[in-house]
């Protein structure tokens, strides 16, 4: 997996946060299952990205879950973005 790009620029201490791992097109957003926010993912259940609906500057963690298994969790702490924990979605079957 590539490294990510991230897009932060909170305004009165809080933004939605958005984590990119392809440059390309996102195709539709899928809701999390648990945790506020959207991913992105690709045909075949690539892990294209996500966006956290709001994050606080200061002092944050938030985890966001999707029914294909993908997770991924992030710590903020005076401005500075860390990304805990990422799994990866399963890859469908093809039958």
Do not use: C, T
């Amino acid at each position: 997996m590539n490294s990510p790009k991230i897009f932060y620029n909170p305004i009165d201490g809080s933004a939605p946060l958005s984590i990119y791992y392809f440059d390309g097109a996102k195709g539709n957003a899928i809701e999390a299952d648990f945790g506020d926010g959207v991913g992105f993912f690709g045909p075949s259940q690539d892990f294209l990205g996500v966006i956290f609906d709001n994050v606080s500057d200061q002092n944050d963690e938030q985890e966001l879950f999707f029914s294909n298994g993908a997770k991924i969790k992030i710590r903020v702490h005076l401005n500075k973005i860390e990304i805990i924990e990422l799994v990866k979605p399963k890859k469908q079957d093809s039958a």
